[in-house]
């Protein structure tokens, strides 16, 4: 007699276990950020709050979860570009978006090196997230292109152009 196999089906994780991920990538971000890429899994599931049972249930090891950290800020900064250029006007979508990237960029710098080592092949990572944000931009023009070429003229006139503020500053009003 022969038996059927259960089917197992690609199923949203229930909302909970969504927060708890969530709440995980988020602590890790911060933790790596602040004490680097060695920071204590302990002390981010603590903080989280959630047990190590749950932190490696989501996350098996320290590679998965810098992976997922990487993943979760390439994400971010990919749909950020669609909701600020269809949510603000360009010159308030460009300087929220151009601090999203760097926040990217510095948990990228962080994550990086230590993915270097770990993962076996960490190209396919990088390049996976990179067509992540472009396939994300696919379907119209380039929304950042489109930030630019409307925003530039009037950054500039307002600040990093005429030495009325620091670059930097510039953006952070």
Known sequence: MMTKTPEITDRKPRADAQRNRERILDVAKQEFTRVGANASLEDIAKKAGVGPGTLYRHFPTREDLLVSVYRSEMEKLAAAE???????????????W???????????????????????DPKKVFEASHAQTRRAAAPRAPPTTQLL????????????????LPPAEGLRR
């Not at 990217?104 to 990086?112: G, S």
């Not at 070429?149 to 009325?164: D, L, Q, T």
């Open 98 to 120: 151009l601090l999203l990237f760097v926040d990217a960029v510095e948990t990228k710098q962080i994550i990086a090196p230590v993915l270097n080592t770990l993962v076996a």
């Open 82 to 96: 669609r909701t600020l250029a269809d949510s603000k006007s360009p010159v308030e979508a460009l300087r929220a």
């Open 149 to 164: 070429s409307r925003s530039a003229p009037r950054i500039c006139s307002r600040s990093a152009c005429s030495n009325a």
